[in-house]
């Protein structure tokens, strides 16, 4: 008959001895149960796995992980947690990890340089098998110390790691900053002003390229027609704040077309806009980045860069594994298409 069990509310302390002792095996055999299952006869298992229940053990990870040399997380740096575009991609890198019985540790740099090397040391100092990060600028000596201390890792959304670096996905940045540009010419606008941060992102500096390269494709002199306002971050309040920075570009003329580094700057843009009883896209056109879930619940709704934001996720956690199990000796590139998703914040230019 199973030995009875006293509940009470301090910490469980129940161990692997416990466990054996309960079940009438060997620790051993426990062991071999929880990390090495096909090794135990079926009835065996059973009786362990009930005792388990029964006593309400939960395995140690952490010991189990400085025993076998292998930990059961894996970190997760972006550069802001608050965007919405982080949540999709930390699903897939998720779900994909889950599949392999591992936990993701999520982190924030917020876009700081000096947070991003603290939280790397913490992730090494944590042992985890591996890191998916979104670097903070086009250093990766921060990421070539990591790998030094042992945790492979995979760059998020940057496509100019070297292939004997490092692996990497990210989306083709530039081609998408080239259908935004072309989409508002073929609307009849001359002059776009792009609404961005620091160039030492690689994705804002790509974005801003594309739009460049649709003006000079079309005979337009980018310096003449595209306007640069830069933002401290790439957020919603920032947007909103430019709006009066924007309205007027360098030579004093009204801007009537903007193409927004991400669409947390579009909506916030929009806001100041309304706030200040001009309309979109009547007034002034908006094309935002990342077709985030909301773009499609406000009014109007905003024309945006759609990225595989899921994909890009299970592609970087499906990187990381390959190098953390062995089967991928060299490093990966893989680099995903944006798509323009057309709605209603974007019109033909009206005099």
């Known amino acids: 008959m199973p030995k ?25 055999t426990v062991s071999n149960v929880l990390n090495r299952p096909e090794l135990v006869a079926e009835a065996t ?38 965007n919405p575009f982080f949540t999709e991609v930390a ?47 086009n250093d990766l000596s921060d990421l070539l110390w990591l790998q030094r201390q042992g945790v492979h890792w995979v760059a998020l959304d940057r496509g100019d790691v070297p292939e004997d670096v490092g692996s990497s996905v990210s989306v083709d940045n530039r081609e998408g900053g080239l259908a935004a540009g072309q989409h508002l010419l073929a609307l009849g606008h001359r002059r776009v002003t792009f609404l961005g941060g620091a160039f030492a992102i690689e994705q804002v500096r790509l974005r801003y390229e594309g739009l460049r390269a649709a003006f000079d494709e079309a005979g337009l002199d980018p310096d003449e027609h595209v306007e640069l306002v830069s933002l401290s971050q790439l957020n919603a309040h920032q947007g909103e704040r430019a709006v ?42 908006v094309v935002g980045y990342d077709d985030l879930s909301v773009a499609d619940m406000v009014h109007p709704g905003l024309t945006t860069v759609a990225q595989p934001k899921y994909e890009l996720g299970r592609a ?28 209603d914040s974007t019109c033909a230019l009206r005099d």
């Open 244 to 285: 009066d920075q924007v309205l007027l570009d360098g030579a004093g003329r009204r801007t009537r077309a903007v193409f927004c580094a991400n669409d947390q700057i579009a909506l916030g843009f929009m806001k100041g806009l309304g706030k200040r009883g001009l309309r979109v896209p009547d007034d002034v056109s």
């Open 91 to 137: 699903r897939g890198i998720e779900e994909e990890a889950a599949e392999s019985g591992l936990a993701v540790v999520l982190l924030n740099s917020a876009e700081s340089p000096e947070r991003q090397r603290r939280n790397l040391r913490l992730l090494a100092e944590q042992r985890v098998a591996g890191a998916v990060v979104m670097p903070v600028d």
């Open 4 to 28: 009875s069990t006293n509940r009470t509310s301090g910490p469980n302390r129940t161990g692997i001895t416990q466990v054996a002792a309960h079940a009438g095996v060997s620790p051993a």
């Open 45 to 82: 298992r059973t009786k362990v796995q009930e005792a388990i229940s029964e006593l309400d053990y939960v395995r140690n990870s952490f010991g189990s992980s400085l025993r076998s040399g292998r930990s059961t997380s894996v970190g997760l740096l972006v550069l802001d947690v608050t």
């Open 316 to 343: 970087a956690m499906q990187l990381l594994s390959a190098q953390m199990d062995g089967s991928e000796q060299s490093y990966e590139r893989r680099i995903f298409r944006p798509r323009l998703v057309m709605r």
